[in-house]
């Protein structure tokens, strides 16, 4: 499974942006998808994830700022991000789960895309 993430740029705080992330086969219906970002010199970390069946999960920090959707007849997985923040500046991933679920460990994550960086400034 290939995964092709874009949407990033460069955007002013406050502003919004849509990320998107397609996968070659539509079997990945049945899977979690989640994003991730690093931000330079920093750990990646987990961003936002969704189930197959549409449950959502967010890390404290983009809580009611970013938004993950999916639409598994286009094979694609959404993050919609508003009120961004300098912090936000980071190369976000996007990430099939091994199972129908999400969660934020990593570890659990079989697909990886190759990134899309966004950044914010002030």
């Known amino acids: 499974v290939q995964l092709q993430a874009s949407g990033g740029g460069l955007v002013q705080a406050g502003d919004s942006l849509r990320l998107s992330c397609a996968a070659s086969k539509r079997t990945i219906s049945n899977n979690g998808m989640a994003w991730f970002r690093q931000a330079p010199g920093k750990e990646r970390e987990f961003v936002s994830g969704?189930?197959?069946?549409?449950?959502?999960l967010y890390a404290d920090f983009v809580k009611g700022r970013f938004t993950i959707s999916r639409d598994n007849a286009k094979s694609t997985v959404y993050l919609q991000m508003s009120s961004l923040k300098i912090e936000d500046t980071a190369v976000y991933f996007c990430?099939?789960?091994?199972?129908?679920?999400?969660?934020?460990?990593?570890?659990?994550?079989?697909?990886w895309g190759q990134g899309t960086l966004v950044t914010v400034s002030s």
């Open positions: 969704i189930s197959w069946n549409g449950g959502t």
């Open positions: 990430a099939v789960h091994l199972w129908a679920g999400t969660s934020s460990q990593q570890s659990q994550y079989k697909y």
